[in-house]
């Protein structure tokens, strides 16, 4: 709840309609609000389950957000523990059979898809060996409609072509970076070195004029 108490305080801060020119006087500034508002608020925003168990455990509604949010933790264990065990029951049979939801709080239901859709399943790879699953039969990449082996097949992965290309390329290419950082290593060391003698220099002429330089 931190985050939520930190952005609170900074809702003072924010430019509003009361410092724009259209503001009236009856326009008022937008202030934090106080620990009873923010806390109800936060409350408002929990799940309703949990906003419901807070009214059966509490006669009042929140006073403070510190308050607010020592209960909720118990409740969330609660809730949790529950949803634990309607998973260990195995909620998907039964529960929510029929797309209907059980307690306000489910999600609305999905529409069934209908299942005359295509599924994604190539018949020639079904037929002829392949991954039937991942593509349609007009999509396939594998075989020709009439179950002959498409020429370009396999060219990308196993059969030398276009990958070794680019893989070469991509060696020189990171041939070519490391060459130029050998190089700028170089360069930094000579850096070094120069700055070394500067300071030893350096040192040694505070050294004699007995000066507290750096
Ligand atoms: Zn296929």
């Not at 709080?105 to 020639?124: E, G, M, Q, T, V």
């Not at 082996?149 to 970076?177: C, I, L, P, W, Y």
Request: contains cysteine.
């Amino acid at each position: 709840m931190d985050p939520v108490q930190t952005l609170n305080r900074y809702i003072g801060m924010l430019p509003g309609l009361y410092n724009s020119p259209q503001a009236v006087a009856g326009t008022k500034e937008a202030t934090p609000f106080d620990e009873h508002d923010l806390a109800n608020l936060i409350l408002r925003m929990c799940p309703r389950e949990w906003e419901t168990q807070w009214k059966l455990s509490q006669k009042t509604v929140p006073q403070t957000v510190t308050e607010l949010v020592e209960v909720l933790e118990t409740i969330e264990e609660a809730y949790n523990a529950k949803r634990a065990q309607e998973k260990s029951q195995g909620s998907s049979d039964g529960k929510r059979k029929n797309g209907h939801m059980s307690s306000p709080n489910d999600r609305i239901p999905k529409k069934a898809k209908p299942s005359d859709k295509p599924s994604k399943k190539c018949k020639l790879c079904e037929k002829l060996g392949g991954k039937p699953l991942t593509h349609y039969t007009n999509e396939c990449k594998k075989y020709n409609p009439d179950g002959t082996v498409k020429k370009d097949f396999g060219r990308g992965s196993s059969n030398g072509g276009k990958d070794t290309k680019r893989e070469k390329a991509h060696f020189a290419q990171m041939k070519k970076e490391y060459q130029e950082m050998k190089r700028e290593g170089k360069h930094l060391k000579k850096l070094n070195k120069k700055l070394a003698k500067k300071a030893k220099k350096r040192a040694y002429e505070s050294d004699s004029s007995d000066s507290d330089a750096s």
